[in-house]
């Protein structure tokens, strides 16, 4: 029964989306950008992301980054940002241009882990440096949903920090990294099968996440 289950359920997938300056990059380069500074807005950033975070280094470089998750309906589930007005943050921005294009970033305060957002395609955004204390990877196969060309099988996303939490998507947890406890969503953890009569070059498995205080 189990098995069939398996073979027949639809995948849950929400949607992630990372904003720089209210949209979405698409630039088509690669990006990096790393800003040490105060947080001094959340949430004012007008654009295609429902929450933001503005960190100002004092030196001239105002960063303005953003999320928006949605379920698998479209319903907007996105945290907030993790911070506070006047919390000095070290803040990361990633943006890769693969086959096609992923965002990430992270926020830490004194090196610990604050907030992080990876929207999962093309092999992730972040480097495993930007995560302190944190490691998020695919876990179990938990459904498989058939398809005309390749079927697409959905997975859990384990977050291991202090101890390690396993998360279906589309829900969320919490995690300890160094003794703080932080809360890990899975957006969405799928990935293709193998092909059923037919090829396709440039598919990605998208493992998305966001965690924040």
Known sequence: MITLLLCCAA????DLSV??????DSTGNDVDIEVAGTVIAL??????CSRSVVVDDGLGTVLHLGIVALDADGGDIT??????????VHAVYRYRMVWGDVAG???????ALGAAADEGAW????????????????????ATERGDCLPVEGHSLVFTGDDTVEVVPVSSSSVDVDGSPLSALAVA????????GCDMSDTTDVYAFVVTH
Do not use: N, S
């Open 43 to 48: 949430d004012d950033t007008p654009g295609e």
């Open 105 to 111: 970033f992270a926020l830490t305060r004194d090196g």
């Open 79 to 88: 945290p907030d940002m993790g911070v506070a007005v006047g919390d000095v």
């Open 189 to 196: 953890a799928w990935g293709y099968g193998e092909p059923t």
């Open 19 to 24: 904003c720089l300056d209210g949209r979405r």
């Open 123 to 142: 092999g992730g955004a972040l480097a495993p440096d930007d995560l302190p204390g944190l490691a998020v990877t695919p876990g179990d196969v938990v």
């Open 11 to 14: 995948v849950d997938r929400g």
